[in-house]
């Protein structure tokens, strides 16, 4: 089966985002066959703020040493780190992964959308097998936060030739329903806590991406740790360190 394939099973495709080796080899060792990276999880984990190009380097040597995996890897490229489309070709064809995530945004604002249509047209051209997942911002920054606006880029993004539609931030099962109706490709969202992934396949949802989720939750389980064993009470479970080093060998050996 193929990256592009697993778009197509009976539930969306649930894509877990690593922000490092270790992450990506938990990932792999549970089952899932296909795993992204997080741009914000890249971005803390060296001390720099999201979505401001600040992850180029760190992101392209996360790709490299994820190759050996034996899953898909989809990479988030933030906006591709170039206003220069060739440019932005280029970078992606240096990863070697499966897919990449682009964004139609830039340090936190929109950019125009014949920008980033001609970004995907470039990173296709050069890579016709990496599967572009092209994302809009606009529910996520609250910028042409309409369903009309939204799928007129899509739309602008799909005819460059976008293999897939990325909407962060839309959450209502009545715009759900529309964008999945409305477009050609399949249709990504970030984990919405009230709707299963079973409901999201009701509305035509093909994928579903936990973005900086398991970062964000990892972080706060390592300071419950510590503060459990600070104030008395017995820390929580883990994977014990055997396992894991075993399965840092095992990737070593790769």
Do not use: C
Request: proline share 7%; no cysteine.
């Amino acid at each position: 089966m193929t990256f592009r394939e697993l778009h197509d099973g009976a539930l969306p495709l649930l894509l877990p985002n690593a922000w490092d080796v270790a992450s990506a080899l938990a990932f792999a060792e549970a089952g899932f066959p296909a795993i992204g990276t997080t741009s914000f999880g890249v971005a803390a984990a060296s001390g720099v703020p999201d979505g401001r190009g600040g992850t180029r380097e760190a992101s392209r040597a996360l790709a490299h040493a994820l190759a050996p995996l034996a899953v898909f890897v989809s990479v988030d490229v933030e906006d591709g780190y170039s206003d220069n489309p060739d440019e932005v070709a280029s970078y992606v064809a240096g990863l070697g992964v499966a897919g990449v995530n682009i964004e139609d945004s830039t340090d936190g604002r929109l950019v125009e959308p014949e920008a980033h249509a001609a970004k995907i047209t470039a990173v296709k051209a050069a890579n016709p097998d990496v599967y572009v997942n092209a994302r809009t911002d606009t529910y996520w920054l609250g910028e042409d936060a309409t369903l009309s606006a939204t799928l007129e880029r899509a739309a602008a993004y799909v005819e460059a030739g976008a293999d897939g539609i990325f909407v962060p931030g839309v959450t209502k099962p009545a715009e759900l329903r529309e964008l999945a109706v409305n477009l050609p490709v399949p249709v990504n969202v970030l984990v919405i806590p009230e709707l299963t992934l079973a409901h999201l396949a009701d509305l035509g949802i093909r994928r579903v991406s936990t973005g900086s989720l398991p970062y964000r939750a990892a972080l706060d389980a390592a300071v419950a740790v510590a503060t459990a064993v600070r104030d008395g009470q017995s820390p929580p479970s883990a994977t014990p360190y055997p396992v894991m080093q075993e399965r840092l060998t095992r990737y070593a050996r790769s």
